[in-house]
Structure formats: structure tokens, C-alpha cells
């Protein structure tokens, strides 16, 4: 193929599996003038895997606001540039946004090349509900804040997607539990398409036991998935303040709301601070 002069390529590569990337990727990445990689030495072993040897340049998180204009310019010369991340669809929790816009404000075409995404991969295999999802990215990496925002999720009716790096993830699936409820449905996808993959599924109470004790399940390239809040999960708050309500009156707000929790299975933090 010979690439359109002055256009963006944005090009999904593979998450794990080299042979993922598509025949039209590896056509689109020998045409264009220069690659644009989140990280060059990760990119070139996929690359020269294909026989693609096109020339590569480096578009990371610490210096895209510089190199996008530079990049633009190519583009603006008549140079086809694709984009590329170290994995999965450029943007999606990766470099290239400002090059995106930057380039779309120039007038420049972009086109994507679709091809694996971890969020998507997750959701197609998670056994929960897939019509309507919502993809959070990454947490914060603070506790305090972490669960800050897991309470602001927990009233979400979508299933939602998280991705987590490998020494968090057990800290975060015990906030979801506390937060969302041992109850809840989650899934863990880990490794997708590499030689180790897992997709454990089972309610957030047990899932978060069973990564805490096994460090296997703590390595890796981790995607959350946690079911939305439907009506059985409404059912259980309700009851869960019933209960607390009741309790309360005897005790501690604190040991009320652990107490009916248990007896409940409502999340402990809706019922505290209710």
C-alpha cells in the first residue's frame, strides 16, 4: 500500500501475543514515513518480529508536548506518521491525545487502524453484563483518594473497567470490597494473551482473599472488571440500613455498620456513613 501524504495513522498493537497485530497494521507501519512509539526499544522487538523497519521516533507521557509539534510539521510536509503504543490501542490510558488533537486542529486526517484493546479484551470473556460499561482507567494511586473515587462509582449501574498495576491490585480489590460490597460480581484479567493468562471471576469478598493470598494473581498486566449496582444490590442497602438503624442503638457506629454489613452484605462504608 502507499500511505496518503500528511496523515496520522493511529495503529493498535498487539497486548501480548505478537501474532495479534492485524495484516493491515503491518502494512500501515511499512508504508508510513516514521513511526511515532511510546517507548522505541519495547516497540522495535514487535516490529522486527513483522519485518517492519520503519524509522521510529519517541511520543511518551514526558515529552509528547514537545514532540507534537515537530510531528505535526512532518505531517504538514507531506509525511504519513503512524502512532503506536508499547500496547493495545494508542490513548486508551496512553500517550497520543495531544497528537491527535494537535493534528485534527491542523486539518491533518487522522485514521485508525482498531485492533486489541485490555478493556474491551476483558469485557468480551468477563461473563458480565457488556450494553453499557464504563472504562475508569487507573485509580488513584493513594488510598484515600482510591476510595474516594470508588464511592463516587458505587451507585454506577454499568459494569466498570479499571486498569490496576500488579502492586496494587490486591489493595485495590479490598477497597472495592469494602466500597461496593463482598457481594458485588468482579472479575480479574490478568496477562491477557500471554502465556499466563487468568480471568477469575467470583464476588468481590472472595476475589480479594484469594489475590491477597496468592501472589501470582499479584503480577502482570491486571484489568478489574466489577458488575454495576442493580436492583438486588438496592435491595441490600436497604436492608443493611434497616439493620444498622437497629443496631445502632446499641452500639458504636462503627461496630453497627460491620455488623450489619455482614448480616446484609450491604458495603459497610454506604452503611457508616449513611
Given at each position: ?18 501474532d ?5 497494521a503491518i ?6 514515513a516514521v513511526i511515532a512509539?511510546e ?7 514487535l ?8 524509522p ?5 507521557e ?6 507534537v ?6 505531517m504538514q510536509?507531506g509525511?504519513?506518521?503512524?502512532l ?8 486508551i490510558?496512553?500517550p ?39 472504562f ?12 474516594s473515587r470508588?464511592q ?5 449501574a ?6 490496576e498495576?500488579?502492586?496494587r ?5 479490598a ?6 460490597g463482598a457481594g ?10 500471554k ?5 477469575l ?10 489475590v ?17 449496582r442493580?436492583?438486588?444490590?438496592d ?5 443493611g440500613?434497616r ?9 458504636p457506629?462503627a461496630?453497627a ?14 452503611l457508616?456513613?449513611?
Amino acid at each position: 500500500m502507499s500511505a496518503p501524504l500528511g496523515c496520522l495513522w493511529v495503529v493498535a498493537t498487539p497486548i501480548g501475543h505478537r501474532d495479534d497485530l492485524s495484516a493491515r497494521a503491518i502494512e500501515t507501519l511499512r508504508a508510513v514515513a516514521v513511526i511515532a512509539a511510546e517507548d522505541t526499544r519495547h516497540s522495535r522487538p514487535l516490529l522486527l518480529h513483522h519485518n517492519i523497519d520503519t524509522p521510529l521516533i519517541a511520543l511518551h507521557e514526558h515529552n509528547e508536548r514537545d514532540a507534537v509539534e515537530a510531528i505535526v510539521r512532518r505531517m504538514q510536509g507531506g509525511e504519513a506518521v503512524a502512532l503506536i503504543s508499547d500496547a493495545g490501542t494508542p490513548l486508551i490510558s496512553d500517550p497520543g491525545f495531544r497528537l491527535v488533537r494537535a493534528a485534527r486542529a491542523a486539518g491533518i486526517r487522522c485514521i485508525p487502524v482498531p485492533g486489541a484493546c485490555a478493556a474491551i479484551a476483558a469485557l468480551s470473556v468477563a461473563g458480565l453484563p457488556s450494553d453499557r460499561f464504563v472504562f475508569e482507567g487507573f485509580l488513584p494511586p493513594k488510598a484515600a483518594a482510591r476510595r474516594s473515587r470508588l464511592q463516587e462509582l458505587a451507585g454506577d449501574a454499568r459494569t466498570l473497567i479499571f486498569y490496576e498495576s500488579s502492586h496494587r491490585v490486591a489493595e485495590s480489590l479490598a477497597d472495592m470490597r469494602d466500597v461496593f460490597g463482598a457481594g458485588r460480581e468482579a472479575v480479574l484479567a490478568r496477562e491477557l494473551t500471554k502465556l499466563f493468562e487468568t480471568v477469575l471471576g467470583e464476588p468481590l469478598g472472595l476475589l480479594a482473599a484469594r489475590v491477597t493470598a496468592d501472589p501470582d494473581q499479584q503480577r502482570g498486566e491486571c484489568v478489574i472488571l466489577v458488575a454495576g449496582r442493580g436492583e438486588e444490590a438496592d435491595a441490600k442497602l436497604a436492608e443493611g440500613r434497616r439493620v444498622f438503624a437497629i443496631l445502632r442503638e446499641e452500639l458504636p457506629p462503627a461496630k453497627a455498620a460491620k455488623l450489619a454489613a455482614a448480616i446484609s452484605g450491604a458495603p459497610r462504608r454506604a452503611l457508616y456513613e449513611s
